[in-house]
């Protein structure tokens, strides 16, 4: 395969007569003997090129980046926008956004999540006390306190190694830092005894229906 600029690409694009210039193209490119051997190049069933060649159907967007790739185009972004009838191409640009977006919050959670756990893969409470309160901009533990949901006391004693973090102050803090709650992260949430449980397969934190 060799690689067009987009100006480039269109132009080579736009000069062709026809889909069976394309087909044609390829069939001698590859010495192919017959429309079946042409079909499984493209990986098309037979009768669909035949339908492409007398107009009788039209290729779709993604049968267009196929047949041109296996033509020796390299379709950028913009040369596929412009194969798309106005109305789909408003939705794939959509659709892209919403998938960059979807994937770069993605990360973001993943990232945040990564922050604080210790080297044990194990969350450590304190990282993630200090790191709401950076992204909050507090200065004090007792700020936290209407976020998670404990008190100033319960937050000290914590810090201190007196007692535990209450399981509901640990998924409030973790709601507040926009870590989901999916099942892998309740795990690390969970206390020894459940956590035993899961390891044992007797529990199961898979809620989905």
């Known amino acids: 395969m060799y690689y067009l600029t987009d100006e480039l690409a269109k132009c080579r694009f736009q000069s062709m007569k026809s889909w069976n ?21 493209f990986g ?17 967007p993604a049968m267009v980046i196929r047949i041109l790739d296996k033509a020796g185009y390299a379709l950028t ?15 794939y640009l959509k659709w892209e956004r919403k998938r960059m977006l979807a994937s770069f919050k993605s990360r973001q959670d993943i990232d945040r999540l990564q922050a604080i756990l210790d080297i044990n893969g194990k969350i450590d409470w304190n990282i993630a006390l200090d790191l709401l309160k950076d992204t909050k901009n507090l200065s004090t533990d007792k700020q936290l306190v209407p976020l998670i949901k404990s008190t100033t006391s319960g937050i000290s004693a914590f810090r201190k190694g007196i007692r535990p973090m209450a399981m509901e102050s640990k998924i409030n803090l973790l709601i507040c830092l926009g870590i989901p709650l999916d099942a892998s992260t309740l795990e690390k949430v969970a206390p020894k005894e459940i956590e035993e449980a899961i390891s044992q397969g007797i529990l199961s934190l898979d809620f989905s229906f």
């Open 44 to 60: 098309i069933p037979a009768p669909t090129i035949s339908a492409i060649r007398s107009g009788t159907r039209r290729p779709s």
């Open 21 to 41: 210039d394309v087909f044609d193209s390829v069939k001698k490119r590859h010495s192919l003997m017959s429309e079946f051997e042409l079909a499984f190049h």
């Open 77 to 91: 972004r913009d040369l596929f926008l412009s194969l798309l009838p106005p109305p789909a191409s408003q939705s």
